[in-house]
């Protein structure tokens, strides 16, 4: 089968994901000096920053010209949620990032049952209804805020990295406006969590 410019983009945006992982992992798998350290942090935040504008542009353009496919609605969300919790888990596994490791986990744990609740929601439309649900407005709007999330907690830590700049100590201790983002996204994760499954109980049939 061929596919469409959106959907490679989507599996681009897949392929991308174990090699986001890969770098960002190298300073906790091998002695690297610091300055190589910040370098694999910084080509791991473009090359998230890139994954993520690939999902901006695959739904742009299926919309556009009309080249919305089943296998789009079904892959583009998946696609997201392997993005988005292969970078948290790397949150959580490297050192640089353990001021907010205490909330962090309470958002990957949030972001990881919404998930699968959604896809079992998803799963059952379409072994019930042969009808295949696509993200609906919250659903993009939290994906949007994780992404944010991500990215202001990677790139936080470089910009107080930066010589000679003068921040609060307490800035660079609790790190503020990681630990924001991550409460705001926690919470938009639950909502729309809560959402997609109230809209999609009529799929869930336990007689059959």
């Given at each position: 089968m061929k596919m469409n410019l959106p959907n490679k983009l989507?599996?681009?945006r897949m392929i991308m994901v174990p090699i986001f992982m890969a770098v960002m992992a190298i300073p906790e798998l091998f002695a690297i000096g610091s300055t190589a350290h910040v370098i694999c942090n910084i080509v791991g935040v473009v090359l998230f920053i890139a994954a993520s504008l690939t999902d901006m542009l695959d739904g742009k353009i299926a919309r556009k010209y009309g080249l919305v496919t089943n296998f789009g609605k079904f892959m583009d969300p998946l696609a997201d949620k392997l993005m988005v919790i292969g970078a948290m888990l790397m949150i959580l596994y490297?050192?640089?990032?353990?001021a907010i490791h205490p909330?962090?986990?309470w958002a990957t744990v949030a972001v990881i049952f919404r998930e699968l609740a959604v896809t079992g929601i998803r799963l059952l439309a379409v072994q019930g209804d042969g009808q295949v649900i696509a993200?609906?407005?919250?659903?993009?709007?939290?994906?949007?805020?994780?992404?944010?999330c991500i990215c202001t907690v990677i790139i936080e830590p470089l910009i107080y990295a930066i010589p000679d700049l003068s921040v609060p100590a307490f800035m660079t201790t609790y790190m503020p406006l990681s630990l924001a983002t991550t409460a705001?996204?926690?919470?938009?994760t639950v909502w729309s969590?809560?959402?997609y499954l109230a809209g999609g109980a009529k799929y869930i049939k336990p007689d059959q």
């Open positions: 989507t599996v681009l490297k050192s640089d990032y353990e909330l962090f986990i993200a609906n407005m919250l659903g993009k709007i939290k994906t949007v805020l994780q992404i944010v705001a996204m926690i919470v938009i969590g809560i959402n």
